[in-house]
């Protein structure tokens, strides 16, 4: 069993969260059942944007990468404090803790601009939310990043999607890169993408 971590930041946007949480639930009652989705949060009840709260199995000072196989992050909305998590030493500890492992590593929309905060995008190829006058991609940017404006940025171990719409092909994308291309496929096809 491949066990992979879901890392929520406060603020985090639920729709990107689900995508995560489907492709990798599907995979487990409809699929080769060979690998388990958890979560952590700086605390074990994390509010999200537009104002809910999800429970946890770790918070980030429990997690160890050595225990996973991957690493997924959605985005968020400042309005939400979602970039204070960047603050957060344990939160960059696992970060950077599997990019040093070379383990895959999916974020969508601003959570590539968490990626950025802890320096593993630098000269690699990345993308993040577009809106707003571009005003993320230019913050990507000068994070170190080589932006690019396409929906789904693949960089070594590192995937990068540029907004909500980008969540249900970089998860899928982060299932292929664990589990193998034709898991994938499958629970693609049986989820009618």
Request: net charge negative; aromatic share 10%.
């Amino acid at each position: 069993m491949k066990n992979i971590l879901l890392l929520l930041p406060n603020g985090f946007e639920l729709l990107e969260a689900a995508a995560f949480t489907d492709i990798f639930g599907w995979n487990m009652v409809a699929g080769n059942r060979s690998a388990k989705l958890y979560t952590a949060g700086q605390n074990k009840d994390v509010p999200t944007s537009f104002g809910h709260t999800i429970h946890t199995h770790y918070t980030f000072a429990e997690v160890h990468s050595a225990y996973f196989e991957a690493l997924a992050l959605p985005g968020g909305f400042a309005r939400y404090d979602y970039f204070s998590t960047a603050n957060d030493d344990e939160f960059l500890r696992i970060i950077k803790e599997f990019a040093a492992e070379n383990k895959p590593i999916a974020a969508v929309c601003t959570a590539s601009i968490l990626l950025g905060k802890t320096g593993i995008l630098n000269n690699r190829h990345a993308t993040t939310y577009q809106g707003e006058n571009g005003r993320w991609l230019d913050q990507l940017a000068t994070l170190g990043a080589q932006v690019t404006t396409e929906q789904i940025c693949i960089d070594g171990p590192i995937i990068t999607g540029s907004g909500p719409s980008s969540a249900i092909p970089v998860a899928l994308k982060l299932l292929e890169m664990t589990i193998g291309h034709k898991t994938a496929e499958s629970i693609s096809d049986m989820m009618g993408f």
